[in-house]
């Protein structure tokens, strides 16, 4: 029995970066609803990640609250690195390998 799956279009919300992997993975590589949506899931995260990374390269490191002068990490700290983590335990059950670093320089 043929199935009338096809793939679906392109999620417009993905960056330009994830748009880009999208383009070649989906429907060539990654061909299955189930892997199709957790590819979607990690280039979601590999967004976030970059989001991220853009608030810490203008913000400090360390935030400071203002009543009790204590710091902290800044959130976008934990942001990034838990993103980071989805993206690459998608890749790695996907069997797939990411060219890009973080900063979106090519390797």
Known sequence: MK???KIPDMPD???ERSKELWTEYAG????SPGR????QTGLEALD????ARKILAT???ITVTGRSGVGHAHP???IEKESQAIVLKVWKTLNLHL???WNNKVL
């Open 99 to 101: 060219d890009y670093t």
């Open 76 to 78: 976008a700290l934990k």
């Open 3 to 5: 199935s009338d799956w």
């Open 28 to 31: 060539k590589i990654i061909k």
């Open 13 to 15: 919300h993905l960056s």
């Open 48 to 51: 976030r990640a970059a989001a």
């Open 36 to 39: 199709l949506a957790l590819f």
């Open 59 to 61: 913000e400090d490191m």
